[in-house]
């Protein structure tokens, strides 16, 4: 049997690659379903004169960026990185592996293009990166043109002041397919995007939540992946389904009497940062924004309370769910488990995908978090924090803004052509199944991606509310009212901070 891995890959590749929105727009709307590599002419290329005609088809390759002509003398392009997302921008030589070389004649083609070098600096992590941005600023010197970090680590650097507005760059169009909108129009404040992310970053779809079903343990419990499929086509996917599935599944495979991860259950997560999908997959905001647009606290509602209520029986008093960071256990065991056959369902992200999965011999299947009740018209999730964003430091003079936004403009595009078909050709092996449910149910997942604006500044000025879920559970603690209310006014305090670092006057 092939493993539905691959049709899940091949998709999460081409339906993120045509992922583009305007400013403002929805999840659902801005989600493109694509089954080739093909681009509909009537989005990215000018109408046929004769309307009668069948439009053209039009590949990737075929779509232009609108850059134009420059020659920049060979300016060199330097991105500050950590060493943990080094191949995202760069490639050092050709090796004969396709991602690596894939990335290496991406630069090598906007080099030659614009007569320009790309460099990256490494570092050790986010930390190191950030570092050097805030002493960059502080001494007005000039040692590279943007940096690249994990997400949830942007309130250092936009707290001290020490990036640019995006939006002042004058050679990028964050409407074209290159760039992802659903995460940048959430971060954009005041007119103002400090940090972007786009197709030069794979990380926000490898760092994309979903649930995964090992079909041969399923079945061995009664559940068949056309049962789940249609649940979710019909709109009846929801918290209380698969509670109600799994939550009676339990052998105590080694006959000791412990629960414990050497055996096999209906449901497994270490009760940490997958539990952040939760309210993202309930449709229950961390923040929204006001009248003016500016970020408010939005979490403390009945339904937050009831979520975690729910969850917190499912993991902690039902015998197919083990969800508990008892000692027994080491931290996502989920993840060894679902390998090794011993359970059913598992949340994970897509990179789990490639690096833990794609050697699975048991065949597995993908479906979207369930809702919180069918009234819920789709089905959404989270991405984990740790996607990768890019920002200019404030040290960039204004005269260097056509530069970085050329050849940035210009390595999102080539990314989106090139890069990412080939990154996840490797991961499917040149294998691809006919499995369209598969297909169908990562066009949900990703139509339904949450990127909370609240995550940017979750450790600091948000007070931990976008993990208030998650110690809550992993604590297992129920009163979600009464954490809140400790740091409430805090938070108020320190969201007026926010406003400041977004030109906000009072």
Same mark, same amino acid.
């Given at each position: 049997?092939?493993?539905?891995?691959?049709?899940?890959?091949?998709?999460?590749?081409?339906?993120?690659?045509? /992922?583009?929105?305007? =400013?403002?727009?929805?999840?659902?709307?801005?989600?493109?379903?694509?089954?080739?590599?093909?681009v509909d002419s009537a989005s990215d290329a000018p109408a046929a004169e004769d309307t009668e005609a069948?439009?053209?088809?039009?590949?990737?390759?075929?779509?232009?960026?609108?850059?134009?002509?420059?020659?920049?003398?060979?300016?060199?392009?330097?991105?500050?990185?950590?060493?943990?997302?080094?191949?995202?921008?760069?490639?050092?030589?050709?090796?004969?592996?396709?991602?690596?070389?894939?990335?290496?004649?991406?630069?090598?083609?906007?080099?030659?293009?614009?007569?320009?070098?790309?460099?990256?600096?490494n570092f050790a992590n986010t930390t190191a990166v950030l570092t050097e941005v805030n002493n960059l600023?502080?001494?007005?010197?000039?040692?590279?043109?943007?940096?690249?970090?994990?997400?949830?680590?942007?309130?250092?650097?936009?707290?001290?002041?020490?990036?640019?507005?995006?939006?002042?760059?004058?050679?990028?169009?964050?409407?074209?397919?290159?760039?992802?909108?659903?995460?940048?129009?959430?971060?954009?404040?005041?007119?103002?995007?400090?940090?972007?992310?786009?197709?030069?970053?794979?990380?926000?779809?490898?760092?994309?939540?979903?649930?995964?079903?090992?079909?041969?343990?399923?079945?061995?419990?009664?559940?068949?992946?056309?049962?789940?499929?249609?649940?979710?086509?019909?709109?009846?996917?929801?918290?209380?389904?698969?509670?109600?599935?799994?939550?009676?599944?339990?052998?105590?495979?080694?006959?000791?009497?412990?629960?414990?991860?050497?055996?096999?259950?209906?449901?497994?997560?270490?009760?940490?940062?997958?539990?952040?999908?939760?309210?993202?997959?309930?449709?229950?905001?961390?923040?929204?924004?006001?009248?003016?647009?500016?970020?408010?606290?939005?979490?403390?509602?009945?339904?937050?309370?009831?979520?975690?209520?729910?969850?917190?029986?499912?993991?902690?008093?039902?015998?197919?769910?083990?969800?508990?960071?008892?000692?027994?256990?080491?931290?996502?065991?989920?993840? /060894?488990?679902?390998?090794?056959?011993?359970?059913?369902?598992?949340?994970?992200?897509?990179?789990?995908?490639?690096?833990?999965?794609?050697?699975?011999?048991?065949?597995?299947?993908?479906?979207?978090?369930?809702?919180?009740?069918?009234?819920?018209?789709?089905?959404?999730?989270?991405?984990?924090?740790?996607?990768?964003?890019?920002?200019?430091?404030?040290?960039?003079?204004?005269?260097?803004?056509?530069?970085?936004?050329?050849?940035?403009?210009?390595?999102?595009?080539?990314?989106?052509?090139?890069?990412?078909?080939?990154?996840?050709?490797?991961?499917?092996?040149?294998?691809?199944?006919?499995?369209?449910?598969?297909?169908?149910?990562?066009?949900?997942?990703?139509?339904?991606?949450?990127?909370?604006?609240?995550?940017?500044?979750?450790?600091?000025?948000?007070?931990?509310?976008?993990?208030?879920?998650?110690?809550?559970?992993?604590?297992?603690?129920?009163?979600?009212?009464?954490?809140?209310?400790?740091? =409430?006014?805090?938070?108020?305090?320190?969201?007026?901070?926010?406003?400041?670092?977004?030109?906000? =006057?009072?």
């Amino acid at each position: 049997m092939k493993k539905t891995l691959s049709l899940i890959l091949a998709m999460l590749m081409l339906l993120s690659a045509f /992922t583009a929105c305007s =400013e403002g727009g929805t999840a659902a709307e801005d989600t493109t379903a694509a089954v080739s590599d093909t681009v509909d002419s009537a989005s990215d290329a000018p109408a046929a004169e004769d309307t009668e005609a069948e439009p053209a088809e039009t590949t990737r390759e075929d779509v232009k960026d609108g850059l134009g002509d420059y020659n920049f003398n060979g300016t060199s392009f330097r991105a500050a990185q950590p060493e943990s997302s080094s191949y995202e921008f760069y490639a050092e030589e050709l090796t004969g592996e396709s991602t690596n070389d894939a990335v290496y004649n991406r630069n090598l083609r906007v080099e030659e293009r614009f007569n320009a070098e790309i460099e990256t600096i490494n570092f050790a992590n986010t930390t190191a990166v950030l570092t050097e941005v805030n002493n960059l600023v502080a001494s007005g010197s000039d040692a590279f043109e943007v940096a690249t970090h994990v997400a949830y680590k942007a309130y250092t650097p936009i707290g001290n002041g020490a990036y640019r507005n995006w939006y002042d760059v004058p050679t990028v169009d964050f409407t074209r397919p290159w760039w992802n909108n659903l995460a940048n129009t959430q971060n954009t404040i005041n007119g103002i995007l400090y940090t972007a992310t786009g197709d030069i970053n794979i990380t926000s779809l490898l760092n994309t939540y979903a649930m995964f079903f090992n079909m041969e343990v399923a079945a061995n419990f009664g559940i068949m992946a056309a049962d789940l499929y249609n649940y979710v086509y019909e709109g009846t996917w929801t918290i209380d389904k698969m509670i109600e599935l799994t939550s009676s599944i339990y052998v105590d495979e080694n006959g000791d009497g412990i629960r414990d991860n050497g055996d096999t259950y209906g449901y497994a997560a270490w009760p940490g940062i997958s539990s952040d999908a939760w309210l993202a997959a309930f449709d229950q905001p961390i923040s929204t924004k006001d009248d003016e647009g500016f970020p408010q606290a939005a979490i403390m509602t009945d339904k937050t309370v009831a979520a975690l209520e729910k969850i917190y029986n499912f993991y902690y008093n039902t015998d197919g769910a083990l969800g508990t960071t008892s000692a027994l256990v080491s931290a996502e065991y989920e993840v /060894t488990m679902f390998v090794n056959n011993q359970v059913v369902m598992v949340p994970s992200i897509f990179n789990d995908a490639f690096t833990e999965y794609r050697h699975m011999d048991a065949t597995y299947g993908i479906i979207p978090y369930p809702k919180w009740d069918e009234a819920q018209s789709q089905y959404l999730t989270n991405a984990r924090d740790q996607y990768t964003v890019i920002g200019i430091p404030l040290s960039k003079t204004d005269d260097s803004l056509e530069f970085i936004g050329v050849i940035t403009e210009a390595l999102a595009a080539e990314s989106w052509k090139t890069v990412f078909p080939e990154y996840y050709n490797v991961a499917l092996k040149g294998k691809y199944s006919s499995d369209r449910d598969t297909a169908n149910m990562v066009d949900l997942v990703l139509a339904g991606r949450n990127f909370d604006f609240a995550f940017l500044f979750g450790e600091q000025q948000f007070q931990r509310l976008p993990y208030f879920f998650r110690d809550l559970l992993a604590a297992g603690d129920t009163n979600f009212a009464s954490k809140y209310a400790k740091i =409430e006014k805090a938070l108020n305090k320190t969201l007026g901070k926010i406003r400041e670092f977004y030109g906000y =006057e009072g």
